[in-house]
């Protein structure tokens, strides 16, 4: 088995597992309320609730998206791509797109809600239509899923998530430039 492969096993058993946690009922108890801000690492509230019924509806269309189908709306401009990672994370590892917005977890709800005019000076773009193809990814498909699920209860009807992150779609370009090396090398 390759490490590639035990890897995405690994991170999809994580996934599970943190998904369970943020879906249990006593989240409230574990993660504290208390506006610590100077302590924190995320910003606002980086754990909302998430609904148990998420994991066990099913719909026409799939809230996952997957690389190829990402990598195509991505090169013809056809989707709002939203970073749901922390600043610092997009400082390390850069985004997905040029386009994309970072709006950290914590403050998705907010983001969402606020006028245009409040969203166009806090994140620098237009604030996505309700209707929008909006794709929201992190680092490895836990927190997207949370955002996604935020979306859906604000009303945004055309969103989904990358389940495999930033690292899957890293690993994505990774095979895209050695295929072109290896072209180029023949």
């Known amino acids: 088995m390759s490490c590639l492969s035990v890897l995405t096993r690994s991170i999809g058993s994580l996934r599970c597992v943190y998904a369970l946690f943020l879906a249990s009922p006593s989240l409230e108890q574990r993660i504290p ?17 998430i609904r148990r019924s998420f994991f ?6 799939s809230p996952e998206i997957d690389t190829a189908e990402l990598a195509e709306l991505v090169r013809k401009g056809e989707v709002q791509l939203i970073d749901v990672r922390e600043p610092w994370e997009l400082e ?3 985004t ?7 709006i950290p977890l914590g403050k998705v709800e907010e983001a969402l809600q606020v006028t245009p005019e409040h969203f ?27 955002a996604l699920q ?9 969103v989904r998530h990358y389940i495999r992150g930033w690292l899957g779609w890293q690993i994505h370009m990774d095979h895209q ?8 090398a023949t």
């Not at 997905?96 to 970072?102: G, L, M, Q, R, S």
């Not at 604030?127 to 909006?134: A, L, N, S, T, V």
């Not at 935020?150 to 055309?158: F, I, M, R, V």
């Open 177 to 184: 430039k050695n295929g072109k090396d290896e072209q180029n």
């Open 92 to 94: 390390d590892t850069g």
């Open 120 to 146: 166009q000076e806090s994140y620098n773009a237009l604030q996505p239509k309700k209707h929008r193809d909006i794709v929201f990814y992190c680092m490895a498909g836990v927190r997207s899923l949370v």
């Open 56 to 61: 066990y509806t099913t719909s026409a269309t």
């Open 150 to 158: 935020t979306a859906q209860d604000l009303g945004y009807t055309n």
């Open 96 to 102: 997905v797109a040029p386009n994309t917005i970072n």
């Open 33 to 49: 309320t208390a506006n610590h801000s100077e302590k924190r690492t995320c910003g606002g509230n980086a754990f909302p609730k």
